[in-house]
Nanobody, 126 residues
Framework: QVQLVESGGGLVQAGGSLRLSCVASGRTFSIYVIGWFCQAPGKERELVAGIRWVGSRTYYADSVKGRFTISRDNVKNTVYLQMNSLKPEDTAVYYC???????????????????WGQGTQVTVSS
């Protein structure tokens, strides 16, 4: 089994930056993709960015392109989400999730991910 632990959330003013970290442990060799999802109150969980565990393929939601960057350090078993130019509408709980079913692309729906972290709150004030 894979375990995921997020960190790095917090309160930041609009225009500011945060870097989220997702540390994977356990059977990390079974991971194909790590995704970062956000969930605001009353809304569904949606994929913000994703990266293959091996290789360079990434995915970004249109709402974060040019502002967020996802990266990976396989030595540290960690995936980062660098969030710049934050907006109040980015406020949400951010979860990292692992997909362990082979796919050549980055899946975009929550049902395609089978292991989830506990989430970290990001609040952007105006």
């Amino acid at each position: 089994q894979v375990q995921l632990v997020e960190s790095g959330g917090g309160l930041v003013q609009a225009g500011g930056s945060l870097r989220l970290s997702c540390v994977a442990s356990g059977r990390t060799f079974s991971i194909y993709v790590i995704g970062w999802f956000c969930q605001a109150p009353g809304k569904e969980r949606e994929l913000v960015a994703g990266i293959r565990w091996v290789g360079s393929r990434t995915y970004y939601a249109d709402s974060v392109k040019g502002r967020f960057t996802i990266s990976r350090d396989n030595v540290k078993n960690t995936v980062y989400l660098q969030m710049n130019s934050l907006k109040p509408e980015d406020t949400a709980v951010y979860y990292c999730a692992a997909n362990s079913t082979y796919t050549p692309v980055v899946p975009t729906t929550a049902n395609d991910y089978d292991v989830w972290g506990q989430g970290t709150q990001v609040t952007v004030s105006s």
